[in-house]
C-alpha cells in the first residue's frame, strides 16, 4: 500500500508511479490528516510512504500521522522522499527509529530530486528546469518500484557530520525558529474562491469575508501559497516575484 503526503504534487506524483508500477493502492495522508480520522490499514504488501523531505527529515505531520495509525498485515516498510535543491542529510536514521518506535520493519529510505517548492525559503526552479528534474526522477522511481517489488531493502547512504546536525538538532530548532504561518498575507487579488483552505492538509485556514485567515497550525507545506490561483499569498517579502510551483493534482 502506498501511502503520500504532498503540498505541491512532486510526492503525488512519485506516489501514482510507484503505485500504478506495483499495481498497488494508493492512500492520501492529506485527505486522512484532513478528515482527522484515526485508521487502522491492512495489506498484504509492504508499506511505502512517500513525502517531501522537510528540514532534512520525514516531514513531523508525517511522522505523527504514522504514529497514530494502525497498520496490519505486511510490517515492511520503505521511504520514498522526493527533495528540492537540498539533501536528505540523516534522515534515514529518523525513519528508522519511527519504525523502532512504532513496530514498523524499517527496509531504508531512499531519497529522489524534484523541483523545489519552499519559496517561503527559496525558489522554485524555470519551467523548463523542473521539465528535466522530472525527466531524471522518473527512471529512479521506477528502479526504487522493482526494488519494492523485489523485497530488497534500499541500501544505506554514508552521512556526514553535518548531515547529522542538520536533521538532528538543527531540525527542531528549525522548526520552532521558522515554521509559522505569521508570515502570510493575502493581496487584492484573492478571488475569494476558497482553493486554499480546501487545499490546506491541516485545516489551517478559515475563510473569513471572502478571505484566509491563517489559524497559527502549519507545517510550511506551500499549498496555499502555490496553489492560489491567483497567485494572492505571499509569505513575508520572501515569496514576491518568485514563480509559484504546483503540480497537485486533486
Ligand atoms: C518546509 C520545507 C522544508 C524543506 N526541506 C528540504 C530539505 O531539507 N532538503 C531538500 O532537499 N528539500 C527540502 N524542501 C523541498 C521539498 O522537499 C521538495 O521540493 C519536495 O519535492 C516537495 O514535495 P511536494 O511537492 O510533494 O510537497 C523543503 C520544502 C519545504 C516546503
Ligand atoms: S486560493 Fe487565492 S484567490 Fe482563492 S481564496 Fe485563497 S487567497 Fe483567495
Ligand atoms: S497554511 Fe498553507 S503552508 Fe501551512 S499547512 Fe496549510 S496549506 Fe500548508
Redesign the pocket.
Known amino acids: 500500500m502506498v501511502f503520500y503526503f504532498s503540498g505541491t504534487g512532486n510526492s503525488q506524483l512519485a506516489a501514482k508511479q510507484i503505485a500504478a508500477e506495483l499495481s498497488d493502492e494508493m492512500v492520501s495522508i492529506n485527505h486522512c490528516l484532513k478528515k482527522g480520522e484515526k485508521k487502522t490499514f491492512r495489506s498484504e504488501r509492504p508499506l511505502v510512504f512517500v513525502a517531501p523531505i522537510y528540514a532534512w527529515r520525514i516531514p513531523k505531520v508525517v511522522a505523527q500521522w504514522i504514529c497514530a495509525t494502525r497498520f496490519e498485515g505486511n510490517q515492511n516498510a520503505y521511504f520514498v522522499l522526493t527533495r528540492g535543491g537540498g539533501t536528505q542529510g540523516n534522515a534515514a536514521a529518523y525513519a528508522a527509529k519511527l519504525c523502532a518506535e512504532t513496530g514498523l520493519i524499517y527496509q531504508g529510505l531512499a531519497s529522489v530530486q524534484m523541483p523545489e517548492n519552499y519559496i517561503a525559503l527559496s525558489a522554485a526552479p524555470s519551467e523548463s528546469e523542473c521539465a528535466s528534474i522530472i525527466a531524471r526522477a522518473k527512471p529512479v522511481f521506477s528502479k526504487l518500484a522493482s526494488q519494492i517489488g523485489q523485497g530488497k531493502p534500499f541500501p544505506k547512504i554514508p552521512v556526514s557530520l553535518v548531515g547529522r546536525f542538520i536533521s538532528g538538532p538543527f531540525n527542531p530548532l528549525y522548526y520552532r525558529l521558522y515554521i509559522k504561518d505569521k508570515g502570510f498575507t ?1 493581496s487584492d487579488a ?7 483552505a480546501k487545499r490546506c492538509p491541516l485545516n489551517n485556514i478559515d ?1 473569513a469575508e471572502g ?2 485567515v491563517w489559524k497559527g497550525n502549519c507545517t510550511h507545506c506551500m499549498a ?1 501559497i502555490c ?4 497567485e ?2 505571499e509569505y513575508k517579502s520572501i515569496s514576491k516575484g518568485k514563480r509559484r510551483y504546483d503540480i497537485m493534482k486533486e
Open positions: 493575502v484573492c478571488v475569494s474562491c476558497g482553493k486554499c475563510m478571505r484566509p496555499c496553489g492560489c490561483p491567483t494572492a499569498i
